[in-house]
């Protein structure tokens, strides 16, 4: 009641979860053996596309890192975990970032990781992240990112479909793209469509958590796009340069 801009996806989430349910996990077995074909493992991916090496990174982040992890233990609420940092922050790296777009950011580990990178040449981190709606969880969105980071930071709290085209209104070509938001096999489908169209040739494009369906695999296969697959704590991970 308090967010009316809210009201649109409320709907979609309606008719996700009621009429267009099965989609949500559509073609996830298919997809799931293509990925466990050719997965390697994050430290392999990044060598092989970035041609770079991720050993520097804990190193030369520890006291960030070790901070963010004791924000997100002093979090009063639960959300999503770090996911792979490196592969976030090496990409960022080969394209030398300037503009940077994630969808997804819960606790903020991914923002993090494309802020430490972005800061170096003064470059923004564009994120899309839908409010949550229970437990006063909505403030804790990004708790783990410094305040030191933010004004490299614009955070924009709606859905994909709102939020997304005011991002593009504010900037229209991206390094770097990162998907972690709606699982479902049409949100995937219709973002990764639209994110895209926006990134740069030489961009590079990720998505987590590509076994839930086949939508990631189905765009890659539509568009003739050769992409890696990596395994990262029991998950897949979908990563190509543009």
Not at 204 to 230: H, L, M, P, R, W
Request: hydrophobic content about 35%; some cysteine.
């Amino acid at each position: 009641m308090k967010r009316p801009d809210l009201y649109p996806e409320l709907g979609r989430k309606i008719i996700k979860n009621t009429v267009n349910r099965g989609n949500a996990f559509k073609g996830k077995e298919k997809t799931n053996s293509w990925a466990a074909e050719r997965a390697v493992s994050q430290k392999e991916a990044i060598s092989k596309l970035f041609g770079l090496e991720m050993n520097g990174f804990r190193s030369e982040y520890r006291e960030a890192l070790a901070n963010a992890e004791q924000k997100e233990r002093e979090c009063p609420v639960k959300m999503g975990g770090p996911g792979a940092l490196e592969l976030i922050y090496y990409a960022c790296e080969f394209t030398n970032a300037q503009n940077v777009v994630e969808t997804g950011v819960a606790y903020g580990w991914s923002s993090l990781a494309s802020l430490l990178s972005l800061v170096k040449r003064n470059g923004i981190l564009y994120s899309s992240d839908m409010p949550y709606l229970a437990d006063d969880g909505d403030q804790y969105v990004g708790y783990v990112v410094p305040e030191n980071l933010k004004s490299n930071w614009k955070l924009f709290r709606f859905a994909d479909k709102e939020s997304l085209p005011k991002i593009f209104a504010d900037h229209q070509v991206f390094d770097v793209l990162h998907y972690d938001s709606d699982k479902s096999y049409n949100g995937r489908m219709w973002a990764y469509s639209e994110l895209y169209k926006h990134l740069r040739k030489g961009g590079v494009f990720i998505s987590d958590d590509i076994g839930d369906n086949s939508a990631y695999q189905d765009f890659c296969e539509k568009n003739n796009i050769e992409t890696i697959v990596v395994e990262y704590e029991g998950k897949y991970i979908g990563v190509f340069i543009k």
